[in-house]
Each structure stands twice: as structure tokens, then as C-alpha cells.
């Protein structure tokens, strides 16, 4: 498979192989895995690693030391994915499965709106697959309350059209190359939850669009590494 802008995939596990290797299975179905893709262990003490690289030889591996949480492993990964020239980096959470052409989706959505910088697809919950876990978040800049307006809405049909918002999911975002340079990468700070926000905010605060693109579909386990949401 082909893609253009040059777009690679960054997965980070911990501990998850049975999750991840689900991952890899639903990027295998939908024709990805021509595509570079990166796994990022973060620090993982189970055989995540061995099982991961046994059935999918042909994507890489980063294994970290020590468990430096969602920002760090993610932003390990961005390094990787820029160091390849590609345009365009898509992060997945271990505990998604991707429905077959939801990268060119999001991909046609950004080349059609001029100036975006980051992009997720619509992601509803593994289980019922037809209820929406994230579709767009929004900020209360008085209050800082994070909302997702649309989790637990019911959903039929394609969805619709992309829409602007403040803020997307980092269980599943696309992030432009352009706004790595130009904003950084996640606030290590942050460690886990509320970096993906903190990106957008910032990516918006340089002049980037933040994109929701609900025609394309993930499905989320939501929190499995944690034990649930």
C-alpha cells in the first residue's frame, strides 16, 4: 500500500502484547504494515516484545529502559517517525483497532482543509462498536474542564464531515511534521492523559487547525493497560 504525504505509524505498548498484536492484526487487515511502523516498549517486563517481533518481523521495535509514560514513548516515536522524512506521524494507543481505510481518510481530510496540523478519526468503543467514545474535544478555558460532547452517542452510518475543534484524542492522532517543528513535542510533564490537549492547544496557538475526522473509524478498548476506563 501507498500513501501520500509519506505517513508512518508509532504504537506504543506496555505490557499489552496481546493488545498490540490485535493492533498490528487490524493495521495487517487494512493493508498497513507496507507502511513504516513503529512498536515503542516502554519498559515492558512481560514477553510483549518477543511475541510482537515473532509475528511481525517487519516492524521495528523501540525498547525503552524504563517506563517514561505516554509523552515520553510517544515522543520517542515522533522522533523516529521524523527521522524517516515522514510528513505526517499517526500514534495509535495499543488497545485500538483501526477499520480499513481510516488512514486514507484522515489523510484526504487534511490535504482538503489548508492549514491543518492535527487530525484524529472518530473512535468509539471497542465494545459496543457503535457508541462513540471521543469524536472532537472541547476546553473550558475559564474552568479547565476537558469535554468530549459526543462520547456515548450512538452511531450508525458513515458520520459527518470533518469538523474543526479545540482538541482531539491521542488514543488515536495524526500529527503533522510542521507542527513538531514549529510547537515541539508532548509535555513530558504530563506523563499521562491530558498531553494530547495541552498539543492542540498549542498547535492552535501557532495558527494549526485541529481536525476531527469522524468517517474515519477506531475502535478503542479504552484504558485496557490501565485495567479499564
Keep these: 500500500m501507498t500513501t ?13 502484547g496481546d493488545n498490540t498484536i490485535a493492533c498490528l492484526d487490524s493495521l495487517s487487515a487494512g493493508g498497513y504494515l507496507g507502511l513504516p511502523i513503529l512498536v515503542v516498549d516502554n519498559g515492558s517486563a512481560d514477553d510483549s516484545t518477543a511475541r510482537i517481533e515473532e509475528k511481525f518481523p ?5 525498547r525503552l529502559e524504563a517506563n517514561l509514560g ?14 524517516r522524512k515522514a510528513d505526517w506521524v499517526c500514534l495509535l494507543n495499543n488497545d485500538t483497532v483501526v477499520t480499513k481505510g481510516f488512514l486514507e481518510t484522515l489523510l484526504e481530510a487534511v490535504e482538503k482543509f489548508p492549514g491543518v496540523g492535527i487530525a484524529a478519526p472518530r473512535v468509539n468503543y471497542y465494545e459496543p462498536p457503535g457508541k462513540i467514545w471521543s469524536q472532537g474535544i472541547s476546553v473550558n478555558r475559564w474552568t479547565g474542564r476537558i469535554l468530549t460532547p459526543d462520547c456515548g452517542k450512538e452511531t450508525s452510518g458513515p458520520g ?3 469538523f474543526a ?3 482531539v484524542s491521542g488514543a488515536a492522532i495524526l500529527i503533522s511534521r510542521k507542527v513538531v517543528e514549529a510547537v515541539g513535542y508532548f509535555d513530558d510533564d504530563y506523563f499521562l492523559c491530558f498531553e494530547d490537549v495541552d498539543l492542540c492547544l498549542r498547535a492552535r496557538e501557532r495558527g ?3 481536525l476531527a475526522v469522524p468517517r474515519a473509524l477506531v475502535l478503542h478498548k479504552v484504558s485496557a493497560s ?3 476506563e
Design 4 to 16: 501520500q504525504p509519506k505517513t508512518a505509524i508509532v504504537i506504543l505498548n506496555w505490557n499489552g
Design 58 to 62: 517487519a516492524v521495528e521495535i523501540l
Design 70 to 83: 505516554f509523552t515520553g514513548g510517544c515522543n520517542r516515536g515522533l522522533e523516529w517517525g521524523l527521522a
Design 160 to 162: 459527518p464531515e470533518p
Design 165 to 167: 475543534c479545540q482538541a
Design 208 to 210: 494549526f487547525s485541529v
Design 226 to 228: 490501565m485495567g479499564g
